[in-house]
Nanobody, 123 residues
Framework: QVQLVESGGGLVQAGGSLRLSCAAS????????MGWFRQGPGKEREFVAG????????YYADSLKGRFTISRDNAKNTVYLQMDSLNPEDTAVYYC????????????????WGQGTQVTVSS
């Protein structure tokens, strides 16, 4: 069982940056591929970024590559999402999730989810 708690969301102006954190419980954090997803108003939940257990492989939604950076600190059981050059279309609830498999971009493949953190980008 893995419990995930996101933090770091808030209100930011267009062009600004935010760093989200996701703290995980349990001793097996390193065994999980971690992902970030987001769900905007009236939209389906979509993949943002993923990182393998060791942190050696990262992958991103094509539309976000270059602006968002995922990283993890296994000693702190924490995964991060650095978001730069934010625009109003990035407004969403951001979720972190844990996948016991080898990594996926699909919501259905993730086993554990946090409660989400709201990110609002004003124009």
């Amino acid at each position: 069982q893995v419990q995930l708690v996101e933090s770091g969301g808030g209100l930011v102006q267009a062009g600004g940056s935010l760093r989200l954190s996701c703290a995980a419980s349990g001793r097996t954090f390193v065994l999980y591929t971690m992902g970030w997803f987001r769900q905007g108003p009236g939209k389906e939940r979509e993949f943002v970024a993923g990182i393998t257990g060791s942190g050696s492989v990262t992958y991103y939604a094509d539309s976000l590559k270059g602006r968002f950076t995922i990283s993890r600190d296994n000693a702190k059981n924490t995964v991060y999402l650095q978001m730069d050059s934010l625009n109003p279309e990035d407004t969403a609830v951001y979720y972190c999730a844990a996948d016991s498999g080898s990594g996926s971009r699909w919501v259905r493949d993730y086993d554990y989810w946090g409660q989400g953190t709201q990110v609002t980008v004003s124009s």
